[in-house]
């Protein structure tokens, strides 16, 4: 009952910028944290940037200082602003929370369903 919908992914030049969103919607108590993950074809799924219920962020080597993770809580809503973008960032992104859902005993990870991004160069 709950699902993470994803947007904002598409073709970008290199150098270029994109804004992705995902919204969490269904019987949700609280979320713990959001976070963004990316898989690029014949690679292992790679985890991206994180922020948690108090806002704190963390990002991996790979795209610290290019680009930005920011919540909407009153939405439920996760963002990643992806600026100054490389090729090696194509991949598929997906949307990650971690939130108790109500009438459950426990927090768990649910997952979007991807959303592509293609930086040409």
């Known amino acids: 009952q709950v699902r993470l919908v994803e947007s904002g992914g598409g073709l970008v030049q290199a150098g270029g910028s994109l804004r992705l969103s995902c919204a969490a919607s269904?019987?949700?108590?609280?979320?713990?944290?959001m976070g963004w993950y990316r898989q690029a074809p014949g690679t292992q799924r790679e985890w991206v940037a994180v922020?948690?219920?108090?806002?704190?962020?963390n990002y991996s080597d790979s795209v610290k200082g290019r680009f930005t993770i920011s919540r909407d809580n009153a939405k439920n809503a996760v963002y990643l602003q992806m600026n100054s973008l490389r090729p090696e960032d194509t991949a598929v992104y997906y949307c990650?929370?971690?939130?108790?859902?109500?009438?459950?005993?426990?927090?768990?990870?649910?997952w979007g369903q991807g959303t592509q991004v293609t930086v040409s160069s």
């Open positions: 922020i948690t219920s108090g806002g704190e962020t």
């Open positions: 269904g019987s949700i108590f609280s979320i713990n944290a």
């Open positions: 990650n929370a971690n939130l108790f859902a109500l009438g459950t005993r426990g927090s768990r990870d649910y």
